[in-house]
């Protein structure tokens, strides 16, 4: 027998499967599902009920779900285990929230900067945003140019605490 | 006839549609982001004009003109965004000797530039927001203040268009903070830094009427639409017609922009904005002297094909259309579907598109440049696809646009799908109150997801990977590009 | 409410559509051969009924009435085709205590025997096509050919619809021949064999009308549709209006269906079909209560839904909308997209969509089941899209109609799409000179794909075959399905 | 150097691949070409044109190609030889035009049968076909029996020439 705990919009579903059989949270569910593409499309069926959803895993464990009109986030672990706590804020890394271009960058390894202060901007989709500091701190490194293009949470620069 | 189209994305496959239609055959421009873009395989021919950034393609007047040239072309639609409110970029096209499908260049210079529109739609008779007729200096932010203009006040691009390079500014120390950058936004998206103050007006709707003109005095007025649900200025419901009209201010709101046009002896299709204030007065904002994001509600309304009409006006010289020839029917809604992200504040998303399947049945328009194996880049503007939906009255017309987002499905990335379905069945939506700060302080309805459809999610992602890891490891179709099989075999096996 | 839709298929969704915009949720049925067609997914709720084979499942009345009372179902929708026009199956519903959507089942059974029908017709005051009123009984053919009625005949299925089960007998050998395989066809498709003879009307056009009856003698008239283009008495394509009537023509026809309708006290949608002939005399052949494929051309010129206006008037029993509420604008004109083999004399493809591109922008509607990895199978009808253009005129919409077919891309199986455009591109059709033989001597205009056209192809095939020799063997993200890797290396080795 | 002989629609184009070479019947063409989706669309790039073309292949050395509207299909051979003349029409078997039901056999093993003699009835989407003899002999097999469903292209029945 498998187990998984799938975590949804903050709803935890215990799935134990062994060969045909399916049980959720308790309940024997009965259940065929066939895979439609090889992109990700996958057809549920239950009685009574068919259900077109779309699969996509997005990053380690956890799957773009498109289903009857919503779009959720699933995180699947193995085995009924805790889910995974939230890696605590890192107040001293900052990323790059979308993918984009680094247009300018305010600051130089060794500066002393306030939390809230303007570190980088970046544009994408002819829209600036600026990136400020999420703590105060000294400037530790910096790990892209001026000009770069870069993915979505790609580590930008890194603060050490002040003092 | 060769017609060059100088855009890309949903709006130039547009475009190509109605040349389609009319026999014309079509060139594509292209940067080297999107050589594999619809655009390039839907022309009759492409042109690489360039690298990814607009500035080296896109908006880049002698590339385009350059390959009009040696391609053989003989008219140019510019679409909307990018080149299409430059007026030395009408003026170049015409001393090349293309037909330009827009107003006249002298017509764009005093449009394109809002602060002399402003001084146009005064002169015309219209009511036009209070706020200098004068651009914002740098440093000029406290001597401004003193005007007769109080905060908040709005920043915006004298270039400006699409909603793009507009910052809210609610004291004089925000003023000084967002003047730099709306000017570098405009500076990035139209190649001119030019900014100015307006007054924000609150509770506001926001009411544009479509025009059409032959150059000398006839105007035909298309009606007019309501695009008030705005996000950060940037529309993203619109409707046809402004459900919140009388008769009486449809006349005179219709009127007025028809009256701006003749005075203009304006050319081509163009929209003028206005803003009505609870009290249904209505001040002119601006002018868009070119075809506009939302002109398919029209197109519905109206029966007619806006980018047909102006394409035949620009190569005939002759509109032959009278204004008793346009007839209204029925209701038609456009939400538009972007590449970001409503659950991390909107930004943008990219990926390839893994999967596709648009909408159909009675009703329902797709305008979209989309295919599967496609991929959306952040170099570009993030609206990938509208979605229209028309009905015999409004209500049918949201129910359908409604019906026609749950259907549509796009793989690979992060749409503000969900969002626009909640817009659509929020009760102040569905009765018509709607003003521009709509957005603002917006809540959904809904409770999220149904326990049954978390539930379905939770079995299909359970099982699709107990099947993975239950799979022959050598079988070698269910290699795809999307799994990356070591990384989950790790994070599943440290779990057992 | 709940509805069931008794059916599958691109009407399944075209129903259900419907249903989501009023809020009504919905039912789907299914056979073993369909559990992961569109519908069932679409669908609120979804039933398997039975086998493959029809009269397992979409023909089973009583299979399809126990799913319906099982699952709670207020409802039910035919669609067209199985047990559409099958009066058992309407009696059967009413009789479960379920609203049948559709005419009263007493009507079905005069108008479902097409016999019978003809003389409803008579007794009206309608133009009936001459031939005896009776069934051809096995073995009769040389009885019959001592009536007045002169070769040639067409063999017609009494309980038919959809041109299914019609044969050509142009002698007495032919008629003995076809007999017993229209018997047999008719049998598969209807569950009932009875057959009649009616004369073959040469240069015919067929011109049919659209009815909405509320049951108690108010008869609305959507206008009429011309359906001339058919290959084997299969409607290909369809327009709305029809191109070839005067007004008074017009008025003729539309009343004549109405008085019969009236006639009838006929309840629901239902279409009266004629033949007009060369000297524009019309002929009454049969009435299809219920839902017709081509529906929607006459939804895009009236702007009614009207699956809608069916359903309302089955729940509510009223029929609000008048005559004077019916106004009509532009052409609309409906191809139907067949898994079938143009260049194989319209044999039957199969297959799995492996991409599917579905046309859009202005004036285009989709109304298909299709989704990318759907398997078509040959269990069920062929239609597998339809494909509807709208336009201000005729002419723009077979405009629009030829962009729209340029834009669909189905892969996987072979389709008439290339042959639905030689078609429209014809210079007969393109003036509108279309009669029901127009396909019996087709011939396209185009002399065959462009040398550019092959040109490009050789190299994409070329290059195609190149690269998947020279990439490493063990790369596993090229081992698709389509690819029979082997096969092709021993192809390709071998002429080395 | 790689050379390909390819046919469509009668056109005969012999297309030579070495590098980023591309030589079409004599002709250098500057080309460039992407696969975009695992499914077989392509974009194919030439000066001042851009083409989408989605190719299948169908059967061994024959593509199904849609391009620019157009439905088509390739033979493919290596090297520039001759085209392999076509399989000379075997009188002597009956095929499955389409995939469907065989609903009836009208023969049996040992019977003389005429040309055009009805062998089989086949349905299909509600449509039935006489599968008739190509010509006169005697059945010799018969591969399937009534009531299955096959796929297009499958043998039927087998003729051996009269005498």
Same mark, same amino acid.
């Given at each position: ?31 065929? *599902? ?6 990700? %499309? ?18 380690? &464990? ?6 009857? &009109? ?25 990323? #790059?929230?979308?993918? &984009?271009?680094?247009?300018?960058? *305010? ?19 002819? *829209?600036? *945003?600026? %990136?400020?500091?999420? #703590? ?6 910096? %790990? ?13 620069? #890194?603060?050490?605490?002040? &003092? | ?25 079509? $060139? ?47 008219? !140019? ?6 080149? @299409? +409110? ?5 003026? /170049?096209?015409?001393? /090349? ?12 210079? !005093? ?12 002169? /015309? ?16 932010? +406290? ?34 903070? $967002? ?69 009486? +201010? ?42 506009? $994001? ?27 259309? +009278? ?26 998303? @990219? ?100 326990? =049954? ?21 050598? =079988? ?21």
């Amino acid at each position: 027998m498998a187990n998984y705990r799938v975590t949804i919009a903050n709803r935890t579903y215990d799935v134990s499967i062994e060969d045909d059989q399916l049980v959720v949270n308790g309940d024997h569910i009965s259940y065929d *599902m066939d895979s439609l593409n090889d992109n990700g %499309l996958h057809i549920l069926r239950q009685p009574n009920r068919n259900t077109e959803a779309y699969l996509e895993p997005n990053r380690q &464990g956890v799957y773009d779900i498109q289903i009857e &009109g919503n779009h959720l986030s699933a995180e699947v672990l193995s085995g009924f285990q805790s889910s995974s706590k939230k890696a605590r804020q890192d107040t001293g890394s900052i990323h #790059s929230p979308m993918p &984009g271009l680094i247009v300018d960058i *305010m600051v130089k390894i060794g500066d002393r900067v306030k939390k809230g202060q303007t570190l980088l901007i970046q544009e994408a989709m002819k *829209m600036q *945003m600026k %990136l400020r500091a999420p #703590s105060s701190g000294v400037v530790k490194s910096i %790990l892209i140019a001026p000009g770069s293009q870069v993915e979505k949470g790609v580590l930008l620069v #890194s603060l050490a605490p002040t &003092g | 006839m060769k017609l060059l189209v100088a855009n890309r994305g949903e709006i130039a496959i547009r475009i190509m549609r109605t040349c389609r239609e009319l026999g014309i055959s079509t $060139v594509a421009v292209y940067s080297e982001a999107d050589q594999n873009a619809l655009h390039t395989t839907y022309a009759d021919e492409a042109v690489c004009i360039g690298a990814a950034k607009a500035s080296e393609s896109y908006l880049n007047i002698s590339r385009i003109l350059k390959a009009a040239q040696e391609i053989g072309a003989n008219a !140019i639609h510019p679409g909307y965004g990018f080149l @299409s +409110e430059n007026p030395q970029f009408g003026q /170049a096209a015409e001393d /090349a000797g293309l037909i330009f499908i827009g107003p006249r260049p002298e017509t764009m210079a !005093i449009l394109g530039d809002k602060l002399s529109a402003r001084k146009a739609a005064r002169e /015309a008779g219209l009511l036009v927001l209070p706020g200098p007729d004068q651009p914002l200096e740098d440093n000029q932010a +406290e001597i401004i203040i003193d005007e007769p203009l109080s905060f908040p006040v709005l920043v915006k691009a004298a270039a400006g268009g699409g909603g793009k390079g507009i910052r809210l500014a609610r004291s004089g120390n925000e003023l000084n903070e $967002v003047v730099g950058l709306a000017r570098e936004e405009a500076k990035a998206a139209f190649g001119d830094g030019t900014i100015y103050l307006e007054p924000l007006v609150q509770k506001a709707r926001h009411i544009e009427v479509q025009i059409l003109g032959d150059g000398k005095g006839k105007i035909i007025c298309f009606g007019e639409r309501e695009c008030s649900i705005q996000r950060r200025h940037q529309k993203l419901i619109e409707e046809a017609p402004a459900p919140s009209l009388s008769p009486s +201010e449809r006349v005179c709101i219709t009127e007025a922009a028809r009256e701006l046009g003749r005075k203009l002896f304006y050319r081509s299709l163009g929209t003028v904005e206005f803003l009505m204030d609870e009290n249904s007065q209505f001040y002119f904002i601006e002018v868009y002297p070119r075809i506009q $994001v939302e002109h398919p509600v029209t197109e519905m309304v109206t029966g007619f094909d806006l980018v047909r009409e102006q394409i035949l006006l620009a190569v005939t010289g002759n509109l032959d259309l +009278e204004q008793s020839q346009i007839h209204f029917r029925g209701a038609a809604i456009e939400a538009r579907i972007l590449a970001e992200d409503p659950d991390e504040n909107f930004l943008p998303t @990219s990926g390839e598109i893994s999967y596709l399947k648009e909408p159909g049945g009675p009703g329902i328009r797709v305008d979209s440049a989309l295919y599967q194996g496609m991929a959306v880049t952040a170099d570009y503007d993030s609206l990938i696809s509208k979605l229209i939906a028309w009905g015999r009255d409004r209500q049918t017309a949201i129910d359908r646009l409604q019906r026609g987002l749950s259907e549509y499905q796009i793989g690979g990335l992060k749409t503000d799908l969900v969002f626009l379905k909640q817009i659509l069945e929020s009760h102040p939506y569905q009765i018509g109150e709607i003003t521009t700060t709509f957005l603002d302080d917006f809540t959904p309805d809904d409770q999220g997801p149904a326990e =049954s459809v978390t539930r379905d999610a939770a079995i299909a992602a359970a099982l699709h990977i107990h099947r993975k890891r239950n799979q022959p490891v050598s =079988s070698p179709d269910e290699a795809g590009n999307l799994w990356q099989q070591t990384a989950w075999k790790e994070q599943i096996s440290s779990g057992n």
